[in-house]
């Protein structure tokens, strides 16, 4: 397993040993949560930019999977 994803949005965390998936917005960083699995990882950000960038939103599959938007919720403590 890599250290560098192949996903925007998704970044390998080595102190929890899991993929961390995160989003800018209103220049602020916002943390998406930590995965097991890299393409999970990803679908958390693309739910993100859909809600929080609609129709200008990079997404890591545009034409293809269509997954459920939640809007980003802030978290405590949580990585800059």
């Known amino acids: 397993q890599g250290r560098s994803s192949q ?3 998704v970044y390998w965390d ?3 040993s ?3 998936a995160r989003i800018y917005h209103d220049g602020k960083r916002h943390f998406l949560g930590l995965f097991d699995d890299e393409e999970e990882a990803a679908r958390a ?3 993100a930019a859909r809600v929080n960038h609609g129709e200008f939103a990079y997404l890591n599959w545009p034409n293809g999977r269509v ?3 939640e ?3 802030e978290t405590g403590g949580a990585p800059a």
């Open 71 to 73: 809007p980003v919720v």
């Open 18 to 20: 899991k993929w961390l």
């Open 14 to 16: 080595r102190q929890e």
């Open 7 to 9: 996903y925007k949005g």
């Open 67 to 69: 997954w459920s938007a």
């Open 45 to 47: 950000y693309d739910q």
